[in-house]
């Protein structure tokens, strides 16, 4: 796999993630969906420049130009709930893409420390052939990642893959290397060290669901 770091850089992106990680102005939730929207922005910008490209011709007032442009065989899927702002920020700007969506959740059983990961909700159209882009916020363990794709495999076989993710654990980054192939590509935001026994990245950010809307009652 092919992992794209943009922390291994400095740029406006540190402010958005030192928003994102603040525990006061994530008490604002709009802003908090706006910050990942923006991230995604960032991710998507930096993922476009390994895509195929195309010259076009378009008619200006005054003439023709020839611009390259970008294939349109994008098809956007996002991970819910916490998926849906990064989902918004990818599609400002791959704005023709086909659009995908999926449910993952951890599901505790009698040990609130060990869960599985549960998928119920899928919508997806053909991905025969396409540039799958797969979308959450948080990459802990991996194990919600994989399973989306495992669950998207009846749909056809993408001819790329890109993971976009904003933060991870370097378990989740060393987990999804591992189990997706090698020409496929990882792009976040940035690193963190370690999971916590719960499963959370450290230092993290917290429920990036939550975070943006509202607390949910745990069964």
Known sequence: MHI?????????????IAEIRDVNIQKDSMR????IERV??????????SLSFNSKNVV??????DIDLPESDI????????GVPLHNGLLNYFDAAENAFISAYRHHKENPDTFEIIVEYL???????????LADPMLA?????????????PFGTPKSVHLISIVGAQEGVDYVSKNFTEDSHLWIATIDPKLND???IVPGIGDAGDLAYGQKVQH
């Open 4 to 16: 794209h770091n943009l922390s291994e850089e400095n740029s406006i992106l540190n402010t958005f």
């Open 32 to 35: 908090f969906r706006r910050n």
């Open 40 to 49: 995604g922005e960032i991710l998507g910008y930096e993922m476009s420049k």
């Open 60 to 65: 200006t007032p005054l003439g023709n130009c």
């Open 75 to 82: 098809v956007l899927c996002s991970i819910l709930r916490a």
């Open 123 to 133: 919508a997806c159209p053909s991905l025969e052939g396409k540039t799958l882009i």
């Open 141 to 153: 363990t991996g194990q919600s990642m994989l399973a989306t794709f495992e669950a998207l495999k």
């Open 198 to 200: 719960k499963g959370y």
